[in-house]
């Protein structure tokens, strides 16, 4: 089966790395956008949201992401670099809680139009990642 090799990095690290995505979905600025093997090649900006991959066993994993970009080469590689990234796996319900309080704490506050920017997007994150978090649990 012809699959994707997908690499997501963050600012900080490396989030994820594989050979065997059959299907991607992540939050393009302009509207969702799904990568298949043999996509056409790509460079396009993303918004906070949350990235899907479908791996070749059928199974899903989640990655929410903030603001960053994605590029398809036409070997079938996949590069998606953001600001910041969680893997489901890592999401944690009390770091998220955590995070909504404090971005929720500025938002209230503050009068600073680019803090208030990077607050409310701070909150959208953090709420994805509590949403995978409290999934995770389930």
Sequence with gaps: MNTLSVVV????????RSDAVAQL????SEGEV???PNHVPLITTLKTGLVTLVLESGSTEKIVVSKGFLTVQPDNSVSIMVDAG???REASAAKA???IKQAQE???TSKDRRELL??????????LEQQLAMRNRN
């Design 106 to 108: 500025v938002i209230r």
């Design 9 to 16: 990095v963050s600012q900080e690290r490396e989030v994820l």
């Design 86 to 88: 969680t893997h489901e």
């Design 118 to 127: 990077l607050a409310e997007a701070s909150l959208k994150r953090a709420l």
């Design 34 to 36: 799904t990568i298949l």
């Design 97 to 99: 809680e955590a995070a």
């Design 25 to 28: 979905t992540a939050p393009a």
